[in-house]
């Protein structure tokens, strides 16, 4: 994934998690010397307001936080998977 369309997906993800007021932010995660098979996605959310934003994960999150997270997520991925082939494939 290109870092734009990570960027595309970063902006829709944030702005749809607004709509039923959470926070959520979509990071890349780097390792350096280019070791791409360990670089990743990370969800980072934010439910209550008394609380910093953290990584999605089993331990910190229920059920219900992580599937409402993941299913956002994978909304604003599809947007911008078919703008982007709207603009490839134009038909």
Known sequence: MSISITWHVLVLYSH???L???IGEVSLRQVEGYKFEEWGLELWVRFRDREALAILSAQRNSGGE????TMLFMMALQV???EYHNCVNPS
Do not use: K
């Open 16 to 18: 749809i998690d607004a």
């Open 66 to 69: 992580r599937a409402v997270s």
């Open 20 to 22: 039923i007021d959470y």
């Open 80 to 82: 911008c998977i078919l």
